[in-house]
């Protein structure tokens, strides 16, 4: 059995969405928390999670005991407004999430291809299987930066490759990304896919029919077995 089911949880709006996943998040962290003494969370970026990150970050939990990272970042500066982890730091890493340890994935290589041993490095230091991970998907069928028609695209949805960072290109500036492959990011308890709209409640009609991974790469996402995926939306 996989996850690719055209069901989802549905929300009346995008805020009841976000209130509804900050409160599990928050639930499966402080669980994580009382069984294992750390809990991990992987976000990805995009405006669709800002308002889940403001509510979140005002959980109560011991988020020192909390590790955030993410699941693709776009290679540009940490302080440039495209980056997701400016995102986070914005809007995530407040009030008590603010002592909650980040671990970004840009890094000083000149390209995401030269870049991606060392930042999957950085996730040596995150707990895993991570407790919740976050993916948003694009009107393309892209999550994290897997993007279609990517040139490392096949690479990245291999399912026996083990798991690590790729490079990629996004078909939109800026297009050097770096993404965590699909290995990794079923590395974890719970994947979540965030999506509102009619447009992106079509695309994910479409991906939950037939055809190629690579054409729609959410479908890698949605085919496994592997990982729990649940979908929540929100006109």
């Given at each position: ?9 549905r ?13 599990q998040i928050?639930?499966?962290?402080l ?33 020192s ?7 693709d970042?776009r ?26 340890r ?10 995401p ?14 707990p ?5 991970v976050?993916l948003?998907m694009?009107?393309?069928g ?5 993007f ?5 695209l ?7 490759a ?5 490079g990629?290109?996004?078909p ?6 770096l993404?965590l492959n ?16 009619e447009?992106?409640?079509?695309t ?5 029919s ?11 996402v949605l ?9 929540m939306w929100a006109?």
């Amino acid at each position: 059995m996989t996850n690719a089911d055209p069901a989802a949880q549905r929300h009346a709006d995008s805020e009841s969405l976000s209130r509804t996943l900050a409160a599990q998040i928050a639930a499966s962290l402080l669980a994580a928390i009382g069984a294992r003494g750390t809990a991990s969370l992987v976000v990805s970026g995009g405006r669709s999670p800002i308002r889940l990150f403001e509510l979140l970050r005002d959980q109560p939990l011991d988020w020192s005991r909390v590790c955030i990272a993410l699941a693709d970042e776009r290679w540009v500066a940490p302080e440039d407004a495209a980056s997701n982890e400016r995102l986070v730091r914005d809007h995530l890493l407040k009030n008590g999430a603010a002592a909650a340890r980040f671990l970004g994935l840009k890094n000083a290589a000149p390209t995401p291809d030269l870049g991606a041993v060392s930042a999957w490095e950085t996730f040596a230091r995150v707990p895993r299987p991570f407790d919740t991970v976050v993916l948003g998907m694009g009107d393309d069928g892209h999550t994290a930066s897997l993007f279609p028609r990517s040139p490392n695209l096949p690479s990245a949805l291999n399912r026996g490759a083990a798991a690590g960072c790729v490079g990629m290109w996004s078909p939109e500036p800026p297009q050097p990304r770096l993404s965590l492959n699909l290995t990794a990011l079923l590395d974890s308890r719970r994947i979540v896919l965030m999506i509102s709209g009619e447009a992106k409640w079509r695309t994910y009609a479409a991906a939950c029919s037939a055809g190629p991974e690579t054409e729609m790469p959410v479908r890698a996402v949605l085919r496994q077995s592997r990982t729990p995926v649940d979908v929540m939306w929100a006109p």
